[in-house]
């Protein structure tokens, strides 16, 4: 079974800094997606950034960015330029080869990021 | 655009009465995925759902809950004869695409957190 793993609980950053959040995932699989959601204190899952396993370049979603590391199996979040409204749970969750019958995303447990002013 | 839609956002159930979840997808989206949050948490998968059919239920409790979503209406997560251990939000998500394909990300819904009495 594929499990996902953020060795950070907590982490903190000061307003316009750059902060990394860990991820790492053990798979058998080759074929595989990865994200990042982000929960605020309102309880939404948003989507935050996306990879394809089969894509070896990095995604980029404006101040966010990975560092995908498929033979370490890591999927670290770049935040730059921290904001005040990205302090929240962030989770890291993997999804199986696409058509192989893999449904479910397997989340880790979370960091929660706070942004200091 | 609306989002997924959930209601309630909040409910509370005393020992033994049941719960009834809903859940509309985005707009266009025909598959939806219930999810629960246990405190300090990440989110576990519970069912996958398309049209009428229960594709994956690998995730839900064997007795006591179940899913359905009809040719018509929202999706519902039904919890009978709920117990404290059920107390958690519970996530819906829906996609576009069949599970599996490119067009596949699943966007979340903003929970109903359930407290059992």
């Known amino acids: ?117 | 655009n609306a989002g997924v839609m959930q209601n309630p956002r909040h409910l509370v159930r005393r020992r033994g009465q049941e719960a009834r979840l809903r859940c509309s997808p985005m707009k266009g989206h025909s598959h939806v995925y219930w999810y629960r949050q246990l405190p300090e948490e990440g989110l576990k998968f519970m069912v996958y759902l398309q049209k009428e059919n229960i594709i994956d239920e690998s995730g839900m409790p064997k007795e006591r809950f179940s899913a359905e979503f009809p040719k018509e209406g929202p999706s519902i997560l039904r919890i009978q004869q709920v117990v404290r251990g059920d107390s958690a939000a519970y996530f819906c998500a829906s996609s576009p695409g069949a599970s599996g394909s490119s067009t596949d990300t699943q966007y979340f819904g903003p929970g109903t957190r359930l407290t059992v009495l």
């Open chain 1, 1 to 117: 079974a594929q499990t996902v793993t953020q060795s950070q609980p907590e982490m903190s950053v000061q307003e316009a800094e750059t902060v990394t959040l860990s991820c790492t995932y053990d798979t058998s699989e080759s074929d595989y997606y990865l994200f990042w959601y982000k929960q605020p204190p309102s309880r939404q899952m948003i989507l935050v950034i996306r990879q394809e396993a089969y894509k070896q370049q990095n995604a980029t979603e404006n101040r966010f960015s990975v560092n995908f590391q498929k033979a370490a199996k890591s999927f670290s979040l770049k935040i730059s330029d921290s904001q005040l409204g990205d302090a929240a749970m962030y989770f890291c969750a993997y999804r199986g080869k696409p058509g192989a019958g893999s449904y479910q995303l397997t989340f880790g447990k979370g960091t929660k990021l706070s942004v200091i002013p």
